[in-house]
């Protein structure tokens, strides 16, 4: 079992539709990272978060450390918002970062 | 101006030889970072410097030494290069090595062995 777990692999939806993408993670961690891969391969931070949540335009990212779950929540989604949706974990003890398999969404028009 | 920068961005060549990959980063960070994303696209971590040394070393054949000449340079070489090796490799950095600051990534180094 992987370290890091996102649900659900795969998402599609139409555009304009609330979108959540979980991660569980079963280590104690510093941080949790939120990253977003689009289809040309380059990798953007989104998230970086210990505690509660934070807010960046239409994106909310969540964390709940005592049941070791995290959120990523996209209002209003967009087209443009299609692409891989990653999140890792630095271990509290060796800060190495692990990194979920990735959620895949699709925004369609 | 690019803040973490690769080169090359793409590389085919072929079994048994040696390449290397470079990263830059000029934005001051104390640690630079290698991950592979193998061809299911997940991310691995491979290596972590801080302040030129190395702090993460993950179970990584020893055909891949990292050098890095300092903080603002990590890069990779690799010896005898095999099919597996065929990747996208990353590099990134961020403000200190115990997770307090976000991570910026490069573009990746996608690599064909052949």
């Known amino acids: 079992k992987n370290e890091v777990e996102q649900s659900p692999q795969n998402l599609t939806a139409q555009e304009g539709e609330f979108i959540t993408i979980n991660c569980s993670y079963s280590v104690g961690i510093s941080a949790l990272h939120w990253l977003q891969q689009h289809p040309g391969g380059g990798i953007v931070s989104l998230f970086m978060l210990s505690s509660g949540k934070k807010k960046h335009g239409r994106l909310i990212a969540t964390i709940n450390i005592q049941e070791k779950h995290s959120s990523l929540h996209i209002t209003a989604s967009h087209p443009r918002d299609s692409a891989v949706y990653i999140c890792?974990?630095?271990?509290?003890?060796?800060?190495?970062?692990?990194f979920g398999k990735g959620t895949l969404l699709t925004v369609n028009p | 101006d690019t803040a973490v920068s690769q080169t090359p961005k793409y590389l085919v060549t072929q079994m048994g030889n040696d390449k290397s990959i470079k990263c830059e980063q000029n934005l001051g960070h104390d640690t630079m970072y290698w991950y592979k994303q193998d061809s299911k696209k997940f991310l691995k971590i491979m290596f972590s410097?801080?302040?030129?040394?190395?702090?993460i070393n993950e179970t990584v054949p020893n055909r891949f030494s990292p050098k890095s000449p300092d903080k603002a340079h990590l890069n990779l070489h690799i010896n005898s290069l095999e099919l597996g090796d065929s990747a996208v490799y990353f590099c990134?950095?961020?403000?200190?090595?115990?997770?307090?600051?976000?991570?910026?990534f490069g573009a990746g180094s996608r690599l064909t062995v052949l």
């Open positions: 890792a974990v630095r271990s509290r003890s060796n800060y190495k970062l692990t």
């Open positions: 990134a950095s961020s403000q200190d090595g115990a997770g307090a600051n976000v991570l910026t």
């Open positions: 410097y801080n302040n030129k040394e190395l702090i």
